[in-house]
């Protein structure tokens, strides 16, 4: 992991957005802790969190995008045949499938939070031609969510910001359920604010 600790110090923000554009599209970056790595840098003011913060999203949103659009442009036998130089195997591969095909848009959201799917969602949605104007809608939502959560948390551990591996790798499953409960009763309210305004305007 020293690689990229150097990596950071030497070209900062532009380090972030680099590595994880990379991470994303499935090159081995080890992004959970780089991001709660970076939330710690954050608390010493070594960085700023904003700028961290923005340069992070920027760089998931770009490595996101670009998976779609390989997914798009080149289909499935590509990424059966070439899935392993970017780490993704074909039993990888085959469970993201059946996931994305049960639980559609969603998927996207709550792929961030699951190693080894996220790098495979976006392959899906462009494989299957999903629309980009909705796969930008969930997959830049996740991103956000994402990467606000393990920069927050490394913020606020502080010097520990390292047990966040081990805490992610037990609580896992239920942080992607707290999300889902969380997205789930944000969109009922919105819905609820919506229906309620429009009647109020009638």
Not at 18 to 42: F, K, S
Not at 50 to 61: H, I, K, Q, W
Request: net charge positive.
């Amino acid at each position: 992991m020293g690689t990229w600790y150097e990596f950071i110090s030497q070209f900062g923000y532009v380090a972030i957005f680099g590595l994880l554009t990379l991470g994303i599209i499935g090159l081995p970056v080890p992004d959970e802790v780089l991001l709660t790595y970076l939330g710690y840098v954050t608390s010493i003011g070594k960085m700023s969190f904003t700028f961290t913060f923005l340069t992070a999203l920027l760089g998931s949103v770009l490595g996101i995008s670009i998976s779609y659009y390989l997914g798009l442009k080149l289909g499935e036998p590509f990424i059966k045949k070439y899935g392993k130089r970017f780490f993704i195997s074909e039993r990888t591969f085959e469970r993201a499938k059946r996931l994305f095909h049960k639980y559609g848009a969603f998927m996207l959201v709550i792929s961030y939070f699951i190693p080894g799917i996220r790098h495979v969602a976006a392959y899906m949605s462009g494989i299957t031609r999903y629309s980009f104007k909705r796969f930008a809608l969930f997959a830049y939502t996740g991103a956000v969510f994402w990467v606000l959560l393990f920069l927050v948390i490394g913020n606020r551990l502080g010097v520990h910001w390292n047990v966040i591996f081990l805490f992610t790798r037990k609580y896992m499953w239920s942080m992607i359920v707290l999300l889902v409960v969380c997205i789930v009763f944000g969109t009922i309210y919105y819905r609820h604010r919506l229906r309620k305004q429009n009647v109020q305007e009638l």
